[in-house]
């Protein structure tokens, strides 16, 4: 299955600058920020300090007023000694002063050399690694490198003022004296967007100031098989220490079982429980499995064994019923289905072909008590005991399941493969089709 691909666009308009201000200069309602002077400037939300990362500066300057000097586009915080600073030079373009100390501009000092030929232009600062240069562009795409000086060294401090900053050599003020479309403004550090001039909201194609191509895969899937098989990490808590060895549970004592307290069953559930296990006793009287309420005498799920049989205990008049007639030494898998408050049974000695027993139990109800909490294995403790000391349960083949779906095996699933499983899953594997 393979399906078209689609593009699409996604529009965009200005929200607001990404910039805190100082005073009142002014950034219009399309992002145009102009009217800088010395109280009235902007700082960016955190110092540019790239440390020894690569890095690039983009301004987009929409007008400049020629006058002589030096005009500062982006500077350091500081008011006094050298600055690192990118500046407008009416006599020679835009320029980049870098430092690490306060006796001279000891990383770079370039000047693009190169008055721009009309407006706007893109004015790119950029530290590449190995040199620091100055470009610009006319449609924000094509740059053309107009000044360039090699150096491996780093800038060490930090640059936060937009539109203005302070001459090291006269410490005149010297606010920059055009405009600036923080739209179009951005910071990478290392390859990335390190701050971007403004804040864009989703907009229609009728009001829109930017858009985007976005390509709408179409998808593909196919139904695979995944295969599991049941580990040895077992689906109970220990009480005690019984013995644990491969799934295979044993040494039950009244002190020592398996217990799953966070089974909870209703008499209005359709109850199927599966308990696989083998004994050498078959005639003293040992429980199995149960799930009673706190009072002791509700009972959903019990099955135990006992004067070689599987039996189950009738609360209504304290008495066994045998089920099933049975060895030692046997396989034994027996099912027990609660439906209606009735218990119905039978057994199995593959797993897979189960006889039926003619006998049902029913389900005693004690002050309407309907919950029950809790699942026992190897004992029937607290109320009873009669612990399945002669036994061994297989818990990689026992489950409970409610209203037909299993909600509880004896041990987990791992994941396996298709020549060695328990039971595998069908899985939609979907995939973008991208041409």
């Not at 808590?237 to 307290?261: C, D, K, Q």
């Not at 006793?281 to 099955?303: K, Y």
Request: with cysteine; glycine share 8%; hydrophobic share 30%.
């Amino acid at each position: 299955m393979k399906a078209v691909l689609n593009t699409t666009k996604e529009y965009y308009k200005y929200s607001s600058a990404n910039v805190n201000r100082t005073g009142s200069p002014t950034v219009n309602n399309n992002g145009i920020a102009s009217g800088f002077s010395s109280s009235n400037f902007l700082t960016l939300p955190e110092d540019f300090a790239p440390g020894s990362r690569t890095w690039e500066i983009v301004f987009k300057i929409d007008s400049a007023t020629t006058a002589t000097g030096e005009y500062f586009v982006l500077a350091n915080s500081s008011s006094r000694g050298y600055l690192p600073s990118l500046t407008m030079n009416y006599a020679s373009g835009f320029s980049l002063f870098l430092t690490n100390n306060t006796s001279g501009w000891s990383i770079c000092s370039l000047r693009a050399m190169e008055m721009p030929t009309q407006y706007p232009v893109w004015v790119r600062w950029r530290f590449t690694s190995s040199q620091y240069d100055i470009s610009y562009s006319y449609d924000n795409a094509n740059y053309s490198i107009k000044n360039s000086q090699s150096s491996t060294t780093a800038y060490n401090g930090s640059l936060s003022k937009i539109g203005y900053g302070t001459d090291s050599g006269d410490n005149s003020n010297k606010p920059f004296n055009g405009t600036i479309d923080l739209k179009e403004s951005y910071i990478k550090i290392g390859g990335g967007i390190w701050w971007q001039g403004a804040f864009f909201e989703t907009a229609t194609e009728l009001d829109y100031y930017k858009s985007k191509d976005v390509k709408k895969f179409g998808v593909a899937s196919e139904k695979t098989k995944k295969y599991f098989k049941y580990g040895n990490a077992i689906n109970a808590a220990t009480v005690g220490s019984p013995t644990v060895s491969n799934g295979v549970a044993s040494g039950f004592s009244s002190s020592n079982f398996l217990i799953n307290p966070s089974l909870i069953f209703t008499t209005s559930q359709l109850i199927e429980t599966v308990i696989c296990f083998s004994c050498t006793d078959t005639n003293s009287d040992q429980s199995i499995v149960h799930n009673w309420a706190s009072d002791g005498l509700t009972n959903l799920i019990e099955f135990g064994v006992g004067n070689g049989y599987i039996r189950c205990y009738n609360f209504n008049n304290s008495t066994h019923s045998n089920l099933f007639s049975i060895q030692p030494n046997v396989k034994y898998w027996v099912k027990q289905i609660t439906n209606n408050n009735v218990k119905s049974y039978s057994y199995s000695i593959d797993g897979i072909n189960y006889i039926s027993s003619p006998i049902t139990s029913s389900v005693v109800k004690v002050n309407d008590k309907l919950a029950q909490t809790g699942l026992t294995l190897g004992c029937n403790t607290p109320y009873y005991g009669a612990p399945f000391t002669s036994g061994s349960i297989d818990l990689k083949q026992c489950y409970i399941k409610v209203n037909d779906v299993e909600i509880w095996h004896g041990t987990f699933a791992e994941e396996s493969t298709s020549s060695d499983y328990d039971f595998y899953k069908e899985v939609t594997k979907t995939y973008a089709i991208r041409s």
